[in-house]
């Protein structure tokens, strides 16, 4: 572990995640304060960056309350810190009972619970497609009745699209509706209305990080979301350009407001999604947390807008640097298997870099079973991201990620688990 700087803040750390994509999220605000990890499991890959840690289950509000109260009783804890999906709600209740700087945990729910967020932002007026909570197959028939097809068959809890589907006819949601009953997350509690049928918004997907503090509202990083494997929305990239208009666009940033206003989030880092429709804005939800697929991580590449930190400074009760002195293009590219697989190799091939090629990250260890929607999702062998001054050298650098990884594999039975 780390040595024990007591002049840095101390934040409890609820849980840390994956090594590979949130490792760079403890490099940087390990530097600022000090972690203290708690989570099921014993230390790991977190050991250089953590101060101590407290074995719990993080995923269980009374006992997490209840370790960090124990914390508390023995040294001065500064803030409640939480990246993680299926924690954010327990983590609200952590900082709620220590009265440290947050968000009611009834604001994270209403983040996560995607039709309470529906719910309330159609009651502020909030542009967005019409929603409707179903808890049957033939609820979801009558709601796609109504609202005319094609429609978007959503997971009500989910994130990362995983189970979205877009269905253009009664047999697409049925299979629809079979597939997002289907996923699961850990953390994610299970709901009698369990699925989301909504009208289909047209146009491309950008997301924004964006800090809330003081009263203030502050876009750090816009992304352009790349999509495939149609009909579902499976995250295959994103890209950020630090000079992209809609970042500081009136209207986008009036909806972040009022979003926010009527959720109730006022404190901490936010991941929002949009589509630029044909209509205008349409806001398609709101995560309470840090963006993943590495979208901050961009941004400090790209813009050299530090996401990880602003959100910490906010859960320490300080006042976030949002500077941004980069002006250069990043962007990140997901690779998948052509088809269901299992891996035998991820190669790494460094020989192949260009000057604009950052990094590249195998994603999958030999003996994995990689499948497709809606078989599996997320089902990613490697990662390559890219940070130049233009567009063009990005994107170039972008076409050959699937000779900068490569993947040995074979396909996957119908019946392999």
Known sequence: MVANDDHKPLLLLIGSSSRISREFILQSVSRRYRLWLLQPGGVTWERDYVVGDTIVDNTDPEALVAAARAIAQSRRVDGVFCYDEGLVTPAAYVAQSLGLPGCAPEAIIACRDKHATRTALDTAGVPQPLSIGVRSLAEAEAAADKIGYPVVVKPRGLAGSMGVRLAEDAAALREGYAAAT???????????????????????????????????????????KQTGMAPFFEE????????????????????????HAALGFHTGVTHTELRLTSRGPRLMEVNARLGGDMIPFLGLLGRGVDVAMAAADVAAGRRPDTDAPLHRRAAVRFLYPPQDTIVEAVTVRRDRFSPAVHSATAMANPGATLRLPPRGYIARYGRVIAVADTRAEVDAALAQAGRIVELTGRPAPEDAS
């Open 236 to 259: 295959t990239g994103h890209d950020v350009d630090p000079d992209d208009e809609l970042l500081h666009d009136a209207t986008i940033v009036d909806l972040l407001r009022r979003s």
């Open 182 to 224: 289907a996923v699961s997350y850990p953390g994610v509690p299970v709901f009698d209305v369990s699925v989301l049928i909504e009208e289909f918004a047209d146009g491309p997907e950008i997301s924004i990080d964006a800090v809330f503090s003081g009263g203030e509202c502050t876009p750090l990083v816009l992304a352009r």
